[in-house]
């Protein structure tokens, strides 16, 4: 990837994904490319393996452009199903595995995928959804695909935990995608002439603030986005590359965030990806730390403070530990310094949307501290701060920031007036993020435009609520949501997830008057034993919203 160094003109070197993919496989043959319970398979045997599934794609008859369903966890086949579905020259959909059959019945609703792969696990949910809402073609991927047949050892004892777990599950005509993979070896693969501009994922949002739309990313989107992040990694990564760097990937690869800048990114740069199927497993990602001892680690603001609360994780040795990146969430400050006295490395933020593919921003990653910003924008990309009437506002006031870029979607899948009301006259797309420009080009992340709270006439952000509490040596985790008042103002409700047996409430009502002004404070604050969560690890403030108006109409009547 040595032209990204200089500029991003080599963006337009690549006619797509496939070709970018091409020339990893050609350059890094030899090297091992994904490792999954302790199995390697090199940049070679990736090759051979999504091409035997794009040819048996291929042999279905689909039409350029059919939409292929993953719904994998981060195991050997997630990677050979999304890459041979592009060079089948079909669109992927990634799918969240946790989805509940009414979730997944939806996207794939919206969709129409023709064909879907998916982990056994999951497929008694899919066996739920009405036929009329299936893809035509199912097929099941089990725990031992792509693994060595052993009698004994770590990969023999998985696959028979994972395979007694198995719900039963009965679905006419369902394929195994191991058996499909032995077949098509033999099969030819026609080339496929995919254009820059020829539609590659669509990657639904989160749905952390309604319900989820799928963005439309182009191969010139992620492309444009892969070597954004490669030219940001120089500053910590340029002494090393090309040799070959591990990158431990805990974040779920279906999402935008693992997708981008783990396996796409890390593929194309060489790396030895080394697959974690359950980040919330410590013991298991404690021992994968101290076997494969990473460069790079990328994760979110719950699972860094989760693996520091482990006594295990932090006795570990992180001397190769080169860049730790922040996304998904606002990283909190007390979590960045945390972090720094143990690894000695500050976790590097940045800022994206599953709409950007997903980079927008981040911070230098040879930065020394925690800067409290998302950084600069990633070159080739701006960034504007806007007011209600969309006219840029001044360096230090707040506005909704609006991104213009490569990586910028094609429009919202089947939703043309969602699009138009996404995107300014002036080409940008709103975010629906509030933020702040610094004097020197840095942006700042105040809060989400719709989870903002209005309390008495004043907008509160609810994440510098957060922040303020999740400083506090009693919190493990919190979230601050806006609760009706009865009057059309709202009142300010703290979820909190103790760090300690014992918790004093009134302690942290005085820990709010001492550092937030009266409107900013909760009026009261629920103690849970956990926040419900995506499966990235992001808070779904929304379903607290959602339960704490139904309390509030229910002590109301």
Same mark, same amino acid.
């Given at each position: 990837?040595?032209?990204?160094?200089?500029?991003?003109?080599?963006?337009?070197?690549?006619?797509?994904?496939?070709?970018?993919?091409?020339?990893?496989?050609?350059?890094?043959?030899?090297?091992?490319?994904?490792?999954?319970?302790?199995?390697?398979?090199?940049?070679?045997?990736?090759?051979?393996?999504?091409?035997?599934?794009?040819?048996?794609?291929? &042999? $279905?008859?689909?039409?350029?452009?059919?939409? @292929?369903?993953?719904? =994998?966890?981060? /195991?050997?086949?997630? #990677?050979?199903? +999304?890459?041979?579905?592009?060079?089948?020259?079909?669109?992927?959909?990634?799918?969240?595995?946790?989805?509940?059959?009414?979730?997944?019945?939806?996207?794939?609703?919206?969709?129409?995928?023709?064909?879907?792969?998916?982990?056994?696990?999951?497929?008694?949910?899919?066996?739920?959804?009405?036929?009329?809402?299936?893809?035509?073609?199912?097929?099941?991927?089990?725990?031992?695909?792509?693994?060595?047949?052993?009698?004994?050892?770590?990969?023999?004892?998985?696959?028979?935990?994972?395979?007694?777990?198995?719900?039963?599950?009965?679905?006419?005509?369902?394929? &195994? $995608?191991?058996?499909?993979?032995?077949?098509? @070896?033999?099969?030819? =693969?026609?080339? /496929?002439?995919?254009? #820059?501009?020829? +539609?590659?994922?669509?990657?639904?949002?989160?749905?952390?603030?309604?319900?989820?739309?799928?963005?439309?990313?182009?191969?010139?989107?992620?492309?444009?986005?892969?070597?954004?992040?490669?030219?940001?990694?120089?500053?910590?990564?340029?002494?090393?590359?090309?040799?070959?760097?591990?990158?431990?990937?805990?974040?779920?690869?279906?999402?935008?965030?693992?997708?981008?800048?783990?396996?796409?990114?890390?593929?194309?740069?060489?790396?030895?990806?080394?697959?974690?199927?359950?980040?919330?497993?410590?013991?298991?990602?404690?021992?994968?730390?101290?076997?494969?001892?990473?460069?790079?680690?990328?994760?979110?603001?719950?699972?860094?403070?989760?693996?520091?609360?482990?006594?295990?994780?932090?006795? +570990?040795?992180?001397?190769?530990?080169?860049?730790?990146?922040?996304?998904?969430?606002?990283?909190?400050?007390?979590?960045?310094?945390?972090?720094?006295?143990?690894?000695?490395?500050?976790?590097?933020?940045?800022?994206?949307?599953?709409?950007?593919?997903?980079?927008?921003?981040?911070?230098?990653?040879?930065?020394?501290?925690?800067?409290?910003?998302?950084?600069?924008?990633?070159?080739?990309?701006?960034?504007?701060?806007?007011?209600?009437?969309?006219?840029?506002?001044?360096?230090?006031?707040?506005?909704?920031?609006?991104?213009?870029?490569?990586?910028?979607?094609?429009?919202?899948?089947?939703?043309?007036?969602?699009?138009?009301?996404?995107?300014?006259?002036?080409?940008?797309?709103?975010?629906?993020?509030?933020?702040?420009?610094?004097?020197?080009?840095?942006?700042?992340?105040?809060?989400?435009?719709?989870?903002?709270?209005?309390?008495?006439?004043?907008?509160?952000?609810?994440?510098?609520?957060?922040?303020?509490?999740?400083?506090?040596?009693?919190?493990?985790?919190?979230?601050?949501?806006?609760?009706?008042?009865?009057?059309?103002?709202?009142?300010?409700?703290?979820?909190?997830?103790?760090?300690?047996?014992?918790?004093?409430?009134?302690?942290?009502?005085?820990?709010?008057?001492?550092?937030?002004?009266?409107?900013?404070?909760?009026?009261?604050?629920?103690?849970?034993?956990?926040?419900?969560?995506?499966?990235?690890?992001?808070?779904?403030?929304?379903?607290?919203?959602?339960?704490?108006?139904?309390?509030?109409?229910?002590?109301?009547?």
């Amino acid at each position: 990837m040595e032209n990204a160094n200089a500029n991003l003109g080599a963006i337009d070197s690549y006619s797509s994904l496939v070709a970018m993919l091409h020339q990893a496989f050609e350059r890094y043959r030899d090297r091992v490319a994904l490792v999954s319970l302790g199995v390697e398979m090199t940049y070679a045997q990736l090759d051979e393996q999504s091409r035997a599934w794009a040819a048996w794609l291929q &042999s $279905l008859g689909l039409a350029p452009g059919a939409r @292929v369903g993953i719904m =994998l966890p981060n /195991v050997l086949v997630s #990677p050979v199903a +999304l890459i041979g579905a592009l060079r089948a020259g079909c669109v992927v959909v990634n799918i969240n595995p946790l989805y509940t059959a009414r979730e997944l019945q939806g996207q794939l609703r919206d969709s129409r995928p023709e064909v879907i792969v998916l982990f056994e696990a999951f497929a008694a949910t899919l066996q739920q959804v009405p036929a009329s809402d299936r893809p035509k073609h199912v097929v099941v991927a089990t725990a031992g695909d792509l693994m060595p047949s052993v009698k004994r050892g770590l990969v023999n004892f998985v696959v028979r935990h994972v395979q007694r777990k198995v719900p039963s599950w009965n679905i006419e005509g369902a394929k &195994s $995608l191991k058996g499909i993979l032995q077949e098509a @070896v033999q099969l030819p =693969l026609a080339a /496929v002439n995919s254009q #820059p501009d020829d +539609l590659a994922f669509l990657q639904y949002t989160g749905g952390t603030t309604g319900e989820p739309r799928a963005a439309m990313l182009s191969h010139r989107n992620v492309i444009a986005n892969i070597l954004q992040v490669d030219r940001i990694a120089q500053p910590a990564l340029g002494d090393l590359l090309p040799k070959p760097l591990t990158m431990l990937t805990a974040l779920p690869l279906y999402h935008v965030f693992a997708m981008t800048v783990c396996e796409l990114y890390g593929l194309c740069a060489g790396m030895r990806l080394v697959l974690v199927i359950n980040p919330r497993d410590f013991k298991a990602l404690t021992r994968l730390w101290r076997q494969e001892q990473p460069h790079i680690f990328p994760g979110v603001n719950t699972l860094f403070a989760a693996l520091m609360r482990d006594k295990n994780f932090c006795a +570990l040795d992180f001397t190769n530990l080169r860049i730790a990146l922040g996304g998904g969430m606002a990283i909190h400050e007390p979590v960045a310094n945390q972090w720094q006295a143990l690894t000695g490395h500050t976790i590097i933020e940045g800022y994206g949307m599953s709409e950007t593919a997903p980079v927008i921003c981040a911070n230098p990653t040879d930065a020394t501290c925690f800067s409290g910003t998302v950084g600069w924008p990633v070159p080739g990309t701006e960034v504007v701060i806007l007011d209600d009437d969309q006219q840029p506002v001044p360096d230090g006031q707040e506005g909704e920031i609006a991104v213009k870029g490569p990586q910028v979607m094609l429009g919202y899948w089947q939703a043309p007036e969602a699009t138009a009301a996404a995107m300014t006259k002036q080409g940008y797309l709103l975010t629906g993020d509030i933020g702040v420009r610094t004097s020197d080009g840095q942006i700042r992340i105040v809060d989400r435009k719709k989870d903002m709270i209005l309390v008495s006439g004043f907008n509160v952000y609810p994440a510098e609520i957060d922040a303020v509490f999740a400083g506090h040596p009693d919190v493990a985790e919190c979230a601050a949501v806006g609760v009706p008042d009865g009057e059309g103002g709202e009142f300010i409700r703290l979820f909190v997830v103790a760090a300690r047996a014992q918790i004093d409430t009134g302690a942290l009502q005085a820990w709010a008057r001492e550092r937030l002004t009266g409107y900013k404070r909760p009026r009261d604050i629920v103690i849970v034993d956990s926040l419900p969560k995506n499966t990235v690890g992001k808070t779904m403030r929304r379903l607290l919203r959602e339960q704490a108006v139904e309390q509030a109409a229910t002590t109301e009547g």
